[in-house]
Each structure stands twice: as structure tokens, then as C-alpha cells.
């Protein structure tokens, strides 16, 4: 029986927040908090999808998806976007309201679109079992559906033998990753799951969870940081409801109001973002506490300026105060107005400020964990059992 493992990391936002819409610099990480796939092919006649994170397990009949299909929906090798048509009919092949947007329904999706392009041996689709799992929050702003994506995509790829492992696995090489070539496949496979399940992505998540590292993004234009250090962090998620669309629109209604108040903190936060760059770059070679003054400096008047803007929270603002108190520097990540935040962990701050910090805010009902940005992209693994941060619900679900 054939199996493939896969992983690919979550995403945050370093800085460039809200500014990125008006043009300015934004820049974007890896965090290592990964989403995990398994695919075993087998001789069933069936394919069976498992997501237990968002409690859908679904199933269909080879022969019934080989009817539906006729043939493979495109050429593998030259992904193209899904028509709204076929959206419509793999909806209804599936059971999902035509009018559903929920992203559980939508995953489903993507990985039925992903199958009918990818999954074909001899002109027939193949029998397999699926299972997706995430350490990441879902729908917290972390990219958690553009890993699903590049999982799927580097996943099925695998099973028809479209890219390779730079070098066969084996019992002392457990990972392994693919060629920039097959990485571009793989992105841009990933971001058709994602236009299945956003519409309009920008590209950042899917690539984030493909390359790793760190990327930069303005007017349009992705470009992966050639340097970037691995940086500890602590991103605790408050759980606080929020709308992105509801926020971007907020301001820009106040851009247009005041256009020479919120242009120079645009301006500021581009030239923040820049810094940044500058400074990871520097860090990548030798880092020492001076780079991690720095960072943290930008860290505070980042956060500053997305409060002068109104993207902040109370909770944000209480995370921020408590981390403050303890000599560790906070600020919102992504959209504001709840969410997520992210925490530097410099080198001069010991385990148990750290635990503390945890302490306060999962008592406060904040979920938190204490990991890394600027890790690797996606990756090939040999077995679960050298993966020590598979989660539980992915085991119990195999």
C-alpha cells in the first residue's frame, strides 16, 4: 500500500498590516505550525476524505467520480482556475448547497477539483483514503486553508509520480522537500485549491505554506526573502470574532476622510517593513541581541500605529500590556480587531517569563503556543512516528 505523509507550515503577518492594501510593503513568515496530510492509496474502489477539525468525512465511489469526470479535468502539468459551472456541479455532486460558503463545504471542494485534475493512473481515478489534520487554528487569519491546499496539491502530485523528493526517503532521513521547479506545481496547484475556497487570494498564503521562510508583498508582487532567521515566538490566538472586510473598509472610510493623517502612517509602516527586511537579512548572517533590540522596537511602534488606525482590541491592547509588564514585546497580527498576536521570544528571555506569559493569558481564555517563524515550506515525511506535533485528532482519526 502506497503512502505519502505531507506537511506544510501556517502563516503570519510581521508587518505591512492594512497598509499593504494601499500599496506599501508587507511582509509575511512561515510559522511552524503545520498541517499534515496522509494519503494511502489502496484497492477499494473508493476515496475517502477525512478532515477531522472541522468533523466532515466524506466518501464516493471511484467508478461513480470516474462517471463524473469523464476524463482528467486538465492538463496536470498547466493547473487552470475552476469554472463557476463545474463549482456548481461538484456542489450538488456532493451534496453541498449551491449558495454554501462554509469552508469545511469548500474544502471539500477544492480537494474534489484537486483529485478530478491530478488523481488519474492509465485513465482511471484512483482508489485512496485522505486524511488532513492541522496544529494551526482554523479560520484564525493563519493561512490554515492555503496549507490544506498545498498539502492536497503536494500530496496527489506524489501519488502519480508528477514531482520527486529530492532524495529518497529513508529510516535516518525523515524529511525531505522537492525541487524549486516542483515547489512552483505544487503553489500553483495550491492556489487554485484556494481560489475554490476564497475567490480572489492574493497568493501570499498558498506560497507562504509552499516556500517557508519569509516573502514580501507589494502591489501584487510576491518575492521571497533570500535570508531569513528562525525566530522564536509566542502567538496566542484571543478568539475574538472578527470580520477582515468589516475592518479594511473601516479604514479606508477613514483614509478617505483624512487622507493626510492615515498617508504618513501608511508611509511609516512601509518604511517599518523595510527595516524589518534589512534587519532579518542581517540576522540570517550573525545575529546577535542588538538585531533583537531592533526588531523589537518595530514590533512596538508597528502595533502603535495599527491602534492609531482602529485595528486594535481591548484584548489585544490587555496581551500587549501583560507581555509589556514581563519584558517581552507584542503586537497584533493580521486584520486587528481580535485574533491573533504574536510575541517575540529573544534570546535574553528566560523559559520561565515565558511560562508565565502562557500562565496569564490561558487564564484569560486566550489559546497560545510558544513556536517559530521563518521554518521550512512544505515537506515530505517517512513515518508519524518522527513527527511529535501530529495532532491528536489526526492520529485518532487514521
Given at each position: 500500500?502506497?503512502?505519502?505523509?505531507?506537511?506544510?507550515?501556517?502563516?503570519?503577518?510581521?508587518?505591512?498590516?492594512?497598509?499593504?492594501?494601499?500599496?506599501?510593503?508587507?511582509?509575511?513568515?512561515?510559522?511552524?505550525?503545520?498541517?499534515?496530510?496522509?494519503?494511502?492509496?489502496?484497492?477499494?474502489?473508493?476515496?475517502?476524505?477525512?478532515?477531522?477539525?472541522?468533523?466532515?468525512?466524506?466518501?464516493?465511489?471511484?467508478?461513480?467520480?470516474?462517471?463524473?469526470?469523464?476524463?482528467?479535468?486538465?492538463?496536470?502539468?498547466?493547473?487552470?482556475?475552476?469554472?463557476?459551472?463545474?463549482?456548481?456541479?461538484?456542489?450538488?455532486?456532493?451534496?453541498?448547497?449551491?449558495?454554501?460558503?462554509?469552508?469545511?463545504?469548500?474544502?471539500?471542494?477544492?480537494?474534489?477539483?484537486?483529485?478530478?485534475?491530478?488523481?488519474?493512473?492509465?485513465?482511471?481515478?484512483?482508489?485512496?483514503?485522505?486524511?488532513?489534520?492541522?496544529?494551526?487554528?482554523?479560520?484564525?487569519?493563519?493561512?490554515?486553508?492555503?496549507?490544506?491546499?498545498?498539502?492536497?496539491?503536494?500530496?496527489?502530485?506524489?501519488?502519480?509520480?508528477?514531482?520527486?523528493?529530492?532524495?529518497?526517503l529513508n529510516g535516518e532521513n525523515t524529511m525531505g522537500t522537492w525541487s524549486e521547479k516542483d515547489k512552483e506545481l505544487i503553489n500553483s496547484w495550491a492556489f487554485e485549491g484556494e481560489r475554490v475556497i476564497h475567490g480572489k487570494p492574493s497568493g501570499i498564503d498558498n506560497s507562504m505554506a509552499t516556500y517557508g521562510g519569509a516573502l514580501t508583498f507589494q502591489s501584487g508582487k510576491i518575492v521571497q526573502l533570500?535570508?531569513?532567521?528562525?525566530?522564536?515566538?509566542?502567538?496566542?490566538?484571543?478568539?475574538?470574532?472578527?470580520?477582515?472586510?468589516?475592518?479594511?473598509?473601516?479604514?479606508?472610510?477613514?483614509?478617505?476622510?483624512?487622507?493626510?493623517?492615515?498617508?504618513?502612517v501608511f508611509e511609516a509602516m512601509h518604511g517599518l517593513s523595510v527595516r524589518s527586511v534589512e534587519t532579518y537579512n542581517q540576522m540570517a548572517d550573525k545575529a546577535d541581541l542588538e538585531h533583537y533590540s531592533t526588531l523589537q522596537d518595530l514590533i512596538d511602534i508597528n502595533h502603535q500605529l495599527l491602534r492609531l488606525i482602529g485595528v486594535s482590541h481591548p484584548v489585544l491592547e490587555t496581551l500587549v500590556q501583560e507581555s509589556s509588564a514581563l519584558g517581552v514585546h507584542t503586537k497584533l497580527t493580521g486584520a486587528g480587531g481580535g485574533g491573533c498576536a504574536l510575541s517575540l521570544i529573544s534570546p535574553d528571555v528566560k523559559d520561565d517569563v515565558i511560562e508565565k506569559l502562557k500562565t496569564v493569558f490561558r487564564e484569560k481564555g486566550f489559546d497560545c503556543w510558544e513556536t517559530s517563524v521563518g521554518g521550512d515550506g512544505v515537506l515530505l515525511h517517512s513515518n508519524f512516528n518522527t513527527i511529535f506535533t501530529v495532532p491528536k485528532t489526526f492520529r485518532e482519526s487514521l
Open positions: 500500500m502506497k503512502e505519502i505523509i505531507v506537511s506544510a507550515p501556517g502563516k503570519v503577518i510581521l508587518h505591512g498590516e492594512h497598509s499593504v492594501v494601499y500599496g506599501k510593503l508587507a511582509v509575511a513568515a512561515g510559522v511552524n505550525l503545520r498541517t499534515f496530510l496522509r494519503l494511502r492509496e489502496d484497492s477499494l474502489g473508493e476515496v475517502r476524505l477525512h478532515l477531522p477539525d472541522v468533523g466532515l468525512d466524506r466518501s464516493w465511489k471511484t467508478e461513480d467520480l470516474q462517471h463524473f469526470f469523464s476524463e482528467r479535468l486538465c492538463n496536470p502539468l498547466s493547473p487552470s482556475q475552476i469554472s463557476d459551472d463545474l463549482m456548481d456541479r461538484l456542489k450538488e455532486f456532493s451534496g453541498i448547497s449551491l449558495d454554501s460558503s462554509n469552508t469545511g463545504h469548500l474544502a471539500i471542494i477544492a480537494f474534489l477539483y484537486l483529485y478530478g485534475s491530478l488523481a488519474w493512473k492509465n485513465g482511471k481515478c484512483i482508489s485512496m483514503d485522505v486524511a488532513v489534520s492541522s496544529t494551526q487554528p482554523v479560520g484564525a487569519g493563519l493561512g490554515s486553508s492555503a496549507s490544506f491546499s498545498v498539502c492536497l496539491a503536494a500530496g496527489l502530485l506524489s501519488s502519480v509520480a508528477l514531482i520527486s523528493p529530492k532524495q529518497p533570500k535570508k531569513m532567521p528562525r525566530l522564536k515566538i509566542l502567538l496566542t490566538n484571543t478568539k475574538v470574532p472578527r470580520s477582515t472586510k468589516v475592518l479594511v473598509a473601516g479604514v479606508r472610510t477613514n483614509y478617505e476622510k483624512f487622507p493626510g493623517v492615515f498617508g504618513p
